[in-house]
Structure formats: C-alpha cells, structure tokens
C-alpha cells in the first residue's frame, strides 16, 4: 500500500513495483480517504502487508513561508495516524519518508545522520520539517515498545519528470525550468530568481529515488534514519546558470535579494544507504535535468 502513489515520487515509485510483480498493489485516493483523519487512515492499512508512506503536503520557500500551520498539522496527522494505523493493522513493514529540512540549520557538511539533532531547521522550512521528522521518533518508539518494523528515510529535494511546476508551490529546479522556459517563449531579456545565489542544495533524480526505496523495502530492517541522497552539492547560482544554458535562454539573470535563500548548505553523507541496502545514484546531474526540461515543454510548456 503505497500512500501518495499519485504523487510525484509515487507514480515512479509504483512503476518500479508493479514491475516486481506483487500479489496487489492499493494507493488512497483523496477525497475518498482522507489520511488526517484515523480511521480512513486505518481502512486504507488493512490493505496492504507493507505501507510505504509518502503522502505529503510539501512545497518550495515560498509555500513554506505562506502555510507554515497547514504544512505542519496536515503532515503531522498523517505520519501519526498512519503508523498508529499500520501498527494496529499488523502491517509487516512500515516505510516512512522523512525530508532534509528535518536537520538543523547549521549542520556539518555532509550532513551525517547523527547531527539530525543537534540543532533546530531553518525557520521557514521548520513546521514542515520537524512534523516529518516525528515520524523518526514514532517509528523509533513502536520498534521498542511493539517490535514494529518500521524505518526513516531522509530524501534531498526530488526532482524530475513528472516533478510540480506550479509557481506558487514548486521546489527550485521545477520553479527555475518554468522561468527560464517561458523566458525564452516570450522573449524576455532576464529572469527573476531569489536571493543571492550563495545557497547550495542536492539533488536526487526521481527515478533514482524511487529504486532507493525499492531496496529500502526489501533489504533495511533497522531503527536508525538513513539518508538518501546523490552526494554532491551545487549553489544555487550554478544551478540557475546550467538551467539557462540547458532550456536555451540568452538573457541576464537578476538575483532577487529581497526573497530568502533558506538553509544556507544542503548535502547529505549518502554512506549509509550504500553500506545498509546497496543503494547509489545512477543518474549525472545535466543528464536529469535535461530529462526534466524536456518532458516540461512536451508536457505543460
């Protein structure tokens, strides 16, 4: 039973599934279950003999900034009420997908899994990082108290076909393709972007994302978080240059620094994932997002 399966990172992740042959496969659809509230969340358990929970609502700085309440009480009743439910269904394994805004601020460089702790997240990204990073103490919890198999896994931002484009709640790379895109469409001389530019980020390919789950679900059975993660960090700036250079655009880039740039680096020790569930990136950075700009103007440009 794969939560969210609609989404983003669920169409590929249940392509990959499907692919394996399971006896069924059964993904909510909303309205019909709403998973804020329990008991639809426990209808929706007793369907499945594994839960991978990616249900979410998520956004870039920007819907961070606007929804602050809805993001943080709309992903903390998932998380909860859905293990709560899993856990009462006597589901055998439970995957919850945590987020990079989970980890403070000012961590280290690469970020390992044990500094999750050591501080509190960047401010706009912190109702929504913290409620998912609870799932970490729940799952932590129900493994110690009812030897429930349930695991924590901390994505970097997702990005790919299929990923959001909507200007008032896309992550950076979607939001930058569509600027950049319908620069060029339009003929414009420059694009906005915000902040400075110093701001780094990681990025992981969507389809490599999906097959990290995969080998999660069927190789990882313990209580420590792991990262997911591609093991590289780029400035925002960079990004925006090969953004440009890749969607065709010849016009000036004009930074923004009014608007935030959030945490000021982002790249994850992907280590880990490597040693527990032999998982590792296979898809290079300009490759993805040529990918990603393409299938934009072939599917919503």
């Known amino acids: 039973m794969v939560t969210g399966g609609n989404g983003f990172l669920g169409k590929?992740?249940?392509?990959?599934?499907?692919?394996?042959?399971?006896?069924?496969?059964?993904?909510?659809?909303?309205?019909?279950?709403?998973?804020?509230?329990?008991e639809d969340c426990l209808k929706v358990a007793k369907k499945g003999d594994i839960i991978i929970h990616l249900a979410a609502n998520v956004g870039g700085i920007g819907y961070n900034r606007e929804f602050p309440a809805n993001l943080f009480d709309d992903n903390i009743l998932m998380g909860t009420f859905m293990m709560m439910a899993g856990k009462a269904a006597k589901v055998k394994k439970y995957i919850a997908l945590g987020t990079i805004c989970a980890y403070p601020k000012f961590t280290p460089v690469p970020f390992k899994e044990k500094n999750l702790w050591y501080g509190y997240p960047e401010e706009t990204n912190a109702p929504y990082g913290l409620a998912k990073k609870m799932q970490l103490v729940q799952a932590q919890a129900y493994r110690q108290q009812y030897g429930f198999n349930a695991i924590f896994l901390l994505p970097v931002n997702l990005y790919g076909p299929g990923d959001n484009f909507n200007p008032k709640s896309s992550h950076v790379i979607p939001a930058l393709i569509r600027k950049f895109v319908e620069a060029k469409q339009k003929g414009d001389k420059e694009v906005i972007v915000w902040g400075t530019g110093n701001a780094s980020r990681e990025f992981l390919y969507v389809d490599d994302a999906a097959e990290a789950l995969v080998l999660a679900a069927e190789r990882y059975n313990k209580e420590d978080p792991v990262n997911l993660g591609a093991g590289f960090e780029i400035k925002i700036r960079d990004l925006a240059k090969l953004i440009k250079k890749l969607s065709g655009f010849e016009g000036k880039i004009v930074w923004d620094r009014t608007k935030p740039n959030g945490q000021p680096r982002r790249m994850l020790d992907v280590s880990l994932a490597n040693k527990e569930f032999g998982f590792k990136a296979k898809t290079s950075f300009e490759e993805g997002l040529k990918n990603t700009i393409d299938w934009y103007i072939q599917n919503l440009a």
């Open 12 to 38: 590929h992740l249940v392509a990959k599934i499907k692919a394996k042959k399971p006896r069924s496969i059964f993904i909510p659809k909303h309205p019909e279950y709403d998973l804020r509230k329990y």
